[in-house]
């Protein structure tokens, strides 16, 4: 191993050009005008992967609209390197696409140019998220080529162009897949998200699901002037308010009767788990920019941010918005919010509640506006079992290469794959992030930092000699 990490240390210099290379295309997903720079970047994996003999399989998900263009989806590229029967086959993920970003944003310089500070800060667009884990996997078998040194496990790998636009396409190639390309998986790796703070490495064995509703409130058959109409029709938005205000209380805790039974109740381990973890109030108030929290210590605020759902009013949709006193009454309201869930709530139990709770609140008001409440989007929360050598492997690289036991996080957010894996795969799914909390992956100035980028070839590289044995 000293060999390895001597080799990646030495070419440093090398991943972080090639880092730029991968910048510089900026492969925008939701944008139609860069959907060929997201296929040229696909294009630049599959040459990659070739020089590194890896074997790949393109698959072309379909079309899709958008801005109202039918596209190309761009391609799932699929990887194998070894097919020994006697080693493990770990499965890694990552998206070769990013999140829109443009000087005008407020970046310090192009987002697209790959730019180093003198704290070894490497600032562009896509450099954390998710491209410097990406090509790190290639860097981890071109430096056992290099060396002439055996990888002790197989590698089947699975990278997409869609993941900042809903992964369009990729569930059903993953299914089709499943008893197939994927059939020898053991168990799958994703480096697609951060550590906890900036000092201490973690491995994330869970995120939250989330349900997202609108709520639709029409009555007048057009918008109305509130000096003619006030106080003789029902008005839509007063009636959206009143219903939105009965769902979360302003201290977060969520108003609908039933919504708490199916949550899975907190186990004196999992108490243990939060007390050593590196993150500190201070942090939430530095990246509020404020210090209005709810809760006043980190267990707290982790738990209801990982481990407890809740519910957020996201806008109203037809409201009167700008400035100046406009008298309008609107005429259709849409009401939008979403429900952050947790094992072991089902998305279906929420919708049946959620939909059930409002319209007995509605009947109340004896309104004869029309109401409509809608599911717009549901995935289920997602947690991974922490005693699968899978965890193992990987808390042991975190100390071959930091010297320190890591953190084990769950995310409140959601990277729905996750989940999609672990059911179509039946095996054990770990995040293994490489960047930092700091790096402001999908904001201006998103960065990496050159010890994260560098140190992290090595933790890939040590994870999966670690798998190869791991019990
Ligand atoms: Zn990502």
Redesign the pocket.
Known sequence: MDKIFAYISQNQDSYIKRLAEVVAIPSVSGDAKHRQDVVRMGEWLVQEMTRLNVSTKIHHPGKQVLDGVELDLPPVVLGTYGTDPAKRTVLVY??YDVQPALKSDGWTHDPFTLVEDEQGRLFGRGST??KAPIISWLWVIEAHQKLNIDLPVNIKMCFEGM??SGSEGLDDIIYKEAKDYFATVDCVCIS??YWLGTKKPCVTYGLRGISYFTLEISGPGRDLHSGVFGGTVHEPMTDLVYLMSKLVSPNGKILIPGIYDEVAPVTDDEHKLYTDLDFSVKDIHQAIDATNTIHENKQDILMHRWRFPTLSLHGIEGAFYGAGAKTVIPAKVIGKFSIRSVPNQKPETIKALVTSFIQQEFAKLNSKNKITITELSAGPAWVADVKHYNFRAASKAIETVFGITPDYTREGGS?PVTLTFQEALGKNVLLLPMGRADDG??SINEKIDRSNYIEGIKLLTSYLHEISHAQ
Do not use: C, F, L, R
Request: a negative charge; charged letters at 45%; glycine letters at 10%.
């Open positions: 990552g998206h998220d998710d993941e900042e697609d998200n990277i992956a999908h």
